[in-house]
């Protein structure tokens, strides 16, 4: 009887560890920020949404141009329609992660009490919430992509209802919004903490709406490097160091939207996209990947746009070592972004059959890589006739690098 009872024990444990083990397996690969799994995964409330992220990331940018198209003339039927054949695609390609425009000018793509709707969505559906459904069906992770500064020009401004902050700004003509030189877009000012507070409501307004699986900001942080645009809030500020003080209110920034995000649903995963050149990232942007990249509470990917051909002012391999090194060892995962679009415009990417691929085998040998991204749908899956034939061969070449 002992014997039999220790028989039907044992099998009854090793079930159970099986099975443990096969959840265990299911949820880390979803987790793109698995090395904190207790922390990201231990939500008991059973209404929390709990996002869809994969541990290697193989994301494509699908931008407001895009969006655009989809909805052009369109209901909501045919709008679904559009947007399904587009993951169809995505889907088929091996992608598993989508970086979607919501937020592009101080617009919204979605229903907002913070920002006027996009001028592109004629109807009254709801286009992120569709897009999110849609995506989740086809187990594809869904990043809602906003350019937090940038917003409209001078005469797309005037038209918009005065219930909404960006319009008051403008019509007070305070400094809070700004134009600037040789730019024909306005551009929220990153000097005043109310422009921050605009930022973060926008955030917590989708995260809790909407079952967004990240939130993602691309390569357009601080407006410009004129010194009229912050005079006079820079001189207020005791700080000696223009550039020193621009980082720190970037640094502010991205540090808000990190916490306002964790806040409220820290299985939701927020990623930056800052150029690939760091000289340029701290020059022209006052963006501080060295800091984004090896400190907690910045973001949990950095998905740097390496845009450059091996023979380039900024080679390649010499480019993403340099951002693999930055990453190693820290919880921040890396995520190379490739310029698929240069394969009809630049003559290195032009005479090179199947560089983007190469890029890709290229990354996956980097210390730090989780992942890579791909600039943009349009280029590879909708380009014009006479360029097909070129798109088609580069991207059985992209899908089988990312097996």
Request: hydrophobic share 35%; charged share 30%; aromatic share 14%.
């Amino acid at each position: 009887m002992n014997k039999l009872f220790f028989a039907l024990t044992l099998v009854f444990v090793l079930l159970f560890s099986a099975c443990g083990e096969k959840e265990s397996f299911r949820v880390l690969n979803r987790g793109i920020v698995s090395q904190d799994f207790e922390n990201t995964f231990s939500s008991s409330d059973n209404k929390t949404y709990q996002a869809l992220n994969y541990d290697e990331q193989k994301a494509i940018w699908i931008s407001y141009i895009e969006l655009a198209d989809f909805l052009s003339g369109s209901d909501e039927a045919s709008f679904k329609n559009r947007f399904s054949k587009a993951l169809d695609l995505v889907k088929a390609s091996g992608f598993n992660t989508v970086y979607v425009h919501v937020r592009a000018f101080g617009d919204a793509y979605y229903n907002s009490s913070f920002y006027p709707k996009a001028f592109a969505v004629k109807s009254d559906f709801d286009p992120l919430e569709i897009m999110t459904e849609l995506s989740h069906e086809r187990d594809i992770s869904f990043h809602a992509w906003i350019n937090p500064f940038r917003c409209m020009s001078y005469d797309n401004m005037e038209t918009l209802d005065d219930r909404f902050k960006i319009k008051k700004w403008f019509d007070e003509n305070k400094g809070v919004i700004e134009s600037v030189p040789d730019n024909a877009n306005y551009w929220l000012n990153p000097s005043y903490d109310e422009v921050f507070e605009l930022i973060n409501s926008g955030v917590e307004e989708i995260i809790k709406n909407y079952d967004v699986d990240g939130i993602h900001f691309d390569d357009y942080f601080f407006p410009t490097t004129d010194e009229s645009f912050d005079m006079e809030e820079f001189e207020k500020s005791g700080v000696s160091d223009r550039s020193e003080y621009r980082i720190s209110r970037i640094n502010k920034m991205v540090s808000g939207v990190y916490k306002t995000i964790k806040k409220i649903n820290k299985s939701v995963v927020f990623g930056l996209s800052p150029q690939g050149n760091i000289d340029n990232d701290y020059d022209l942007q006052f963006a501080d990947v060295k800091r984004w990249c090896s400190k907690k509470g910045f973001c949990d990917y950095i998905a740097p746009q390496v845009y450059y051909g091996y023979k380039s002012v900024c080679p390649y391999s010499e480019t993403v070592k340099k951002w693999s090194d930055m990453c190693k060892g820290n919880s921040v995962r890396l995520v190379i972004g490739l310029g698929e679009y240069k394969i009809l415009s630049e003559d290195e990417f032009i005479s090179t059959k199947g560089i983007i691929a190469n890029m890709i085998n290229d990354a996956k040998k980097l210390e730090s890589y989780s992942g890579i991204a791909i600039y943009n749908y349009k280029n590879l899956f909708a380009a014009g006739e006479e360029d097909s034939q070129r798109v088609m061969a580069e991207k059985e070449l992209i899908e089988k690098a990312m097996e």
